[in-house]
């Protein structure tokens, strides 16, 4: 079960786990059930959920939660959820703990201090004296509501207007982290399962856009230093022994004069977990493969978009991961997205594909 605040983001958010579910059940947005879509993700192998429990508006959200708690099942949230409809003893992991271990504060607590980017915490108050226009700074939301999809994090280069992003009016505290120039990305995958042993999923090279936003993976064979590993693998134990079970991804990087970092800690399903898990399950000889993640965009109702995408489905080397239309919502904004795989044996040819995929529909 995930939550954000952003309307849209959370309920394809909540959809993503069904290509993987199987037999377990998901409380997910109706937008990502719609059966073409469904047929798209049997049709390529996947296991999908056969217990999705929809919600169209807020209050079905509610209505399945309490449901679900009256089957007497155990709640795994991958966003915080308030006490009143989600109580901390029916969860495989508090509210109280996701919330912390997503605050964007709280990487000083569980990354040693040479693997952390220079950061200071400081109050809204004091934020105008912290940000100035002349320098570059990223600035993140320190909160134990901190939602991920990017709606958290704003980047600023030196000598643009400051402008505040809109939840420097919701929080009471920001963190201020020095802009990196960086020469790799990754994304370190892991899980924590119910025995509690922190386990490495795999590395992946991170696609960045120009605004900073994360728009997919590279996988396959990615190398990652030795001592940035450890870390990574330690950082996730320090969550399982305080509670945490499920999926992360550990934001780290090389900068342009060498040192390695980790810079963010996501303690939740992300962009990279379920194309990894996708894979893993059906293709996991593509792991080893060139392989990349993307997600289109379109006002076309999803059913239109997979019909065009059917050719290049069948040819292969494509595979259909997750996706969402807010028609079968009460979202009144008609938006399509679709997550895909793309793979194959040679890396340019991959790349050039889903290049290709994200030119014709994302503008």
């Given at each position: 079960?995930?939550?954000?605040?952003?309307?849209?983001?959370?309920?394809?958010?909540?959809?993503?786990?069904?290509?993987?579910?199987?037999?377990?059940?998901?409380?997910?947005?109706?937008?990502?059930?719609?059966?073409?879509?469904?047929?798209?993700?049997?049709?390529?192998?996947?296991?999908?959920?056969?217990?999705?429990?929809?919600?169209?508006?807020?209050?079905?959200?509610?209505?399945?939660?309490?449901?679900?708690?009256?089957?007497?099942?155990?709640?795994?949230?991958?966003?915080?959820?308030?006490?009143?409809?989600?109580?901390?003893?029916?969860?495989?992991?508090?509210?109280?703990?996701?919330?912390?271990?997503?605050?964007?504060?709280?990487?000083?607590?569980?990354?040693?201090?040479?693997?952390?980017?220079?950061?200071q915490i400081v109050t809204v108050d004091e934020l105008a004296e912290a940000t100035p226009a002349e320098k570059s700074w990223v600035l993140k939301a320190a909160t134990n509501d901190a939602h991920g999809a990017s709606l958290s994090v704003?980047?600023?280069?030196?000598?643009?207007?400051?402008?505040?992003?809109?939840?420097?009016?919701?929080?009471?505290?920001?963190?201020?982290?020095?802009?990196?120039?960086?020469?790799?990305?990754?994304?370190?995958?892991?899980?924590?399962?119910?025995?509690?042993?922190?386990?490495?999923?795999?590395?992946?090279?991170?696609?960045?856009?120009?605004?900073?936003?994360?728009?997919?993976?590279?996988?396959?064979?990615?190398?990652?230093?030795?001592?940035?590993?450890?870390?990574?693998?330690?950082?996730?134990?320090?969550?399982?022994?305080?509670?945490?079970?499920?999926?992360?991804?550990?934001?780290?990087?090389?900068?342009?004069?060498?040192?390695?970092?980790?810079?963010?800690?996501?303690?939740?399903?992300?962009?990279?977990?379920?194309?990894?898990?996708?894979?893993?399950?059906?293709?996991?000889?593509?792991?080893?493969?060139?392989?990349?993640?993307?997600?289109?965009?379109?006002?076309?109702?999803?059913?239109?978009?997979?019909?065009?995408?059917?050719?290049?489905?069948?040819?292969?080397?494509?595979?259909?991961?997750?996706?969402?239309?807010?028609?079968?919502?009460?979202?009144?904004?008609?938006?399509?997205?679709?997550?895909?795989?793309?793979?194959?044996?040679?890396?340019?040819?991959?790349?050039?594909?889903?290049?290709?995929?994200?030119?014709?529909?994302?503008?």
């Amino acid at each position: 079960m995930l939550w954000s605040r952003d309307r849209n983001t959370r309920d394809w958010i909540s959809a993503r786990p069904l290509a993987i579910a199987a037999d377990t059940p998901v409380i997910t947005s109706a937008g990502g059930t719609e059966p073409n879509l469904l047929a798209a993700l049997r049709d390529g192998g996947l296991p999908v959920g056969t217990d999705p429990r929809e919600f169209r508006t807020e209050a079905e959200f509610a209505a399945r939660v309490t449901e679900a708690l009256s089957d007497g099942l155990l709640m795994s949230m991958e966003y915080p959820q308030p006490a009143a409809l989600y109580p901390a003893e029916r969860s495989v992991k508090s509210a109280e703990l996701v919330g912390y271990l997503n605050n964007k504060a709280s990487i000083g607590t569980f990354v040693a201090p040479r693997f952390q980017a220079r950061r200071q915490i400081v109050t809204v108050d004091e934020l105008a004296e912290a940000t100035p226009a002349e320098k570059s700074w990223v600035l993140k939301a320190a909160t134990n509501d901190a939602h991920g999809a990017s709606l958290s994090v704003y980047l600023h280069r030196a000598g643009d207007p400051v402008i505040l992003p809109a939840f420097a009016d919701i929080v009471t505290a920001v963190v201020v982290e020095e802009y990196l120039n960086i020469h790799r990305n990754w994304g370190v995958q892991l899980y924590v399962a119910a025995d509690g042993q922190a386990r490495l999923l795999a590395v992946t090279d991170q696609l960045i856009d120009a605004d900073g936003v994360y728009t997919g993976g590279r996988f396959g064979l990615v190398p990652l230093p030795a001592d940035l590993l450890t870390e990574c693998l330690a950082v996730t134990q320090r969550a399982a022994d305080v509670g945490y079970r499920g999926m992360c991804s550990l934001d780290c990087a090389q900068t342009n004069d060498g040192r390695l970092l980790m810079f963010d800690l996501n303690f939740r399903i992300t962009g990279g977990s379920i194309p990894l898990l996708a894979l893993n399950t059906i293709r996991p000889d593509a792991l080893d493969c060139p392989s990349e993640s993307t997600k289109l965009i379109t006002s076309a109702p999803i059913g239109a978009l997979l019909a065009e995408l059917r050719p290049a489905l069948q040819r292969g080397g494509l595979i259909v991961t997750g996706g969402h239309d807010t028609r079968r919502t009460d979202n009144t904004i008609n938006q399509t997205t679709l997550h895909l795989i793309v793979f194959g044996d040679d890396h340019d040819d991959v790349t050039t594909r889903r290049t290709k995929l994200e030119a014709m529909y994302n503008h």
